[in-house]
């Protein structure tokens, strides 16, 4: 008879059905312990596979078109006070799967920074990158898309299709834009996840460069510890002038 340990252990791989009905017809209830754990991590993994697969959607319907290098693409970032406006655009290989997958902002910062390594060393990634003053000179939406557009130019591929979160882009390359697509596609979630990750990176930097104000806490935005700090040591270069309150801040 296995042990405890032993069953746990085999459960940890890939049991077989005959080892299953055994262990159903153990009545030690360390034993049905497990396999109430095994039963629920199995259908952890099937609604994770089943969510995957629905995310997916967008892509295989650019396939079915003929399309085979499809770009996802996202930005982090357009709603803080300071820092830069952070898009990426990634493509997906083939038969890619990475369960969990979704919106940046729904993962953990643990999962995040896992997701974004993985993302990193097996797909095709560009990043871009716009800075506060060409935020305050451009606005922030033509900033956004500054950035996307920058982060497309970075890929080593160039793709025939876009998938973007909630804007059109000035391109020729065919495009769809997808209202929060951030939770719909694999790729723009991807890209969203490699973007909040990057520009999180950015305002640790920007943290210790300018400390006092918080940011590698706030990222940037207007939290109250923020702007009283704005208010006891003025602003720094990452502070976007074109931003409310720090516009009015200004004029006082």
Do not use: W
């Not at 990634?125 to 996307?148: F, H, T």
């Not at 991807?190 to 300018?210: F, P, Q």
């Amino acid at each position: 008879m296995l042990t405890i340990q032993q069953i746990k252990e085999c459960l940890a791989g890939s049991p077989d059905d005959n080892l299953i009905n055994q262990l159903k017809a153990d009545e030690r209830k360390g034993v049905q312990k497990l396999l109430q754990a095994y039963d629920r991590q199995l259908d952890k993994e099937r609604k994770l596979a089943e969510q995957f697969y629905e995310m997916q959607s967008f892509e295989r319907s650019a396939v079915s078109k003929g399309y085979n290098f499809i770009a996802g693409t996202d930005e982090a970032g357009r709603g803080p006070l300071a820092g830069p406006v952070v898009a990426a655009a990634v493509i997906l290989p083939e038969q890619y799967y990475l369960p969990g997958l979704n919106d940046s902002k729904k993962l953990s910062e643990k999962k995040r920074e896992r997701f974004f390594e993985e993302i990193i060393s097996s797909a095709d990634v560009g990043i871009g990158i716009i800075d506060a003053k060409e935020i305050d000179r451009i606005n922030i939406l033509n900033a956004s898309k500054k950035a996307m557009m920058k982060a497309i130019g970075q890929l080593k591929q160039q793709p025939d299709y876009l998938l973007a979160d909630a804007v059109t882009l000035d391109t020729q390359i065919p495009q769809e834009a997808i209202i929060k697509g951030d939770a719909k596609s694999v790729s723009i979630a991807a890209a969203s996840i490699v973007a909040k990750v990057t520009r999180d990176r950015l305002m640790k930097e920007a943290g210790a460069k300018y400390p006092g104000y918080g940011m590698e806490k706030n990222a940037g935005y207007g939290t109250k510890d923020h702007i009283e700090a704005i208010h006891k040591h003025g602003l720094t270069e990452e502070h976007r002038r074109s931003f409310e309150p720090v516009k009015s801040m200004i004029q006082l």
